[in-house]
């Protein structure tokens, strides 16, 4: 799949915007700076396709690439705290939680998790309306290059325990570090395997 011609569509920023439900689509989710938009570019091998920056709050529209003809890869603007005002914050969150509860299309959503700080209350606020719309997500964990190798077992019996509660996610999680390439394949391959 990923050797195919990957390219930005569009940014969205209403529900209105959305392109047509017509293909399979996977989206991005997760807090401000956990690292969406890079992990988008290491998974199409494209280091300036969606915009990262170490500012929280970088993505503020909901961005469609494609990804040879067949399938969406949605980046989804981060959720908790963003460096940018209020009343902005506040309608993209709108935005992103129409999305989330009402894109037909909307296959897996992969939420990403930061793997030094685990599952964040609006971390299990987002698991929540997941559940609710009957969303199947999976959980990414993020710049594993930044843990030592014996404070990962701490975090990880952490987010174990938190999806717990959470019938709508999918049990396998992915450690990924898009610095150093860990997990990229493996993701790559999980993308490539859904129907
Ligand atoms: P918003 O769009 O603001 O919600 O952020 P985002 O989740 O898209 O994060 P982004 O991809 O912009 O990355 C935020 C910062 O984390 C950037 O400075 C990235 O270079 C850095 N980063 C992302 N992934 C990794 C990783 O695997 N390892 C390391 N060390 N840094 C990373
Ligand atoms: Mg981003």
Same mark, same amino acid.
């Given at each position: 799949?990923?050797?195919?011609?990957?390219?930005?569509?569009?940014?969205?920023?209403?529900? #209105? @915007?959305? +392109?047509?439900?017509? &293909?399979?689509? =996977?989206?991005?989710?997760? /807090?401000?700076? *956990?690292? $969406?938009?890079?992990?988008?570019?290491?998974?199409?091998?494209?280091?300036?396709?969606?915009?990262?920056?170490?500012?929280?709050?970088?993505?503020?529209?909901?961005?469609?690439?494609?990804?040879?003809?067949?399938?969406?890869?949605?980046?989804?603007?981060?959720?908790?705290?963003?460096?940018?005002?209020?009343?902005?914050?506040?309608?993209?969150?709108?935005?992103?939680?129409?999305?989330? #509860? @009402?894109? +037909?299309?909307?296959? &897996?959503?992969? =939420?990403?998790?930061?793997? /030094?700080?685990? *599952?964040? $209350?609006?971390?299990?606020?987002?698991?929540?309306?997941?559940?609710?719309?009957?969303?199947?997500?999976?959980?990414?964990?993020?710049?594993?290059?930044?843990?030592?190798?014996?404070?990962?077992?701490?975090?990880?019996?952490?987010?174990?325990?938190?999806?717990?509660?959470?019938?709508?996610?999918?049990?396998?999680?992915?450690?990924?570090?898009?610095?150093?390439?860990?997990?990229?394949?493996?993701?790559?391959?999980?993308?490539?395997?859904?129907?």
């Amino acid at each position: 799949l990923f050797a195919g011609t990957t390219d930005f569509l569009k940014g969205v920023v209403a529900m #209105s @915007g959305m +392109p047509p439900a017509d &293909r399979l689509e =996977v989206c991005f989710a997760g /807090r401000s700076n *956990v690292g $969406k938009s890079t992990l988008i570019n290491a998974l199409t091998g494209r280091k300036a396709l969606a915009r990262a920056s170490n500012t929280p709050g970088r993505t503020q529209e909901i961005n469609f690439f494609t990804v040879a003809d067949s399938h969406y890869l949605v980046d989804l603007p981060g959720y908790g705290y963003a460096n940018a005002p209020l009343p902005v914050v506040e309608k993209w969150q709108r935005l992103l939680k129409s999305y989330l #509860s @009402g894109r +037909p299309s909307l296959r &897996r959503a992969f =939420v990403l998790i930061d793997s /030094r700080h685990g *599952v964040k $209350k609006v971390d299990s606020e987002i698991m929540a309306l997941l559940d609710k719309s009957a969303v199947t997500f999976q959980v990414v964990m993020t710049k594993t290059d930044k843990v030592k190798e014996k404070d990962r077992a701490k975090v990880m019996e952490q987010v174990k325990a938190a999806l717990a509660k959470h019938p709508a996610a999918y049990p396998e999680i992915v450690l990924t570090s898009s610095e150093k390439g860990e997990g990229i394949a493996t993701l790559r391959a999980i993308i490539a395997g859904l129907e």
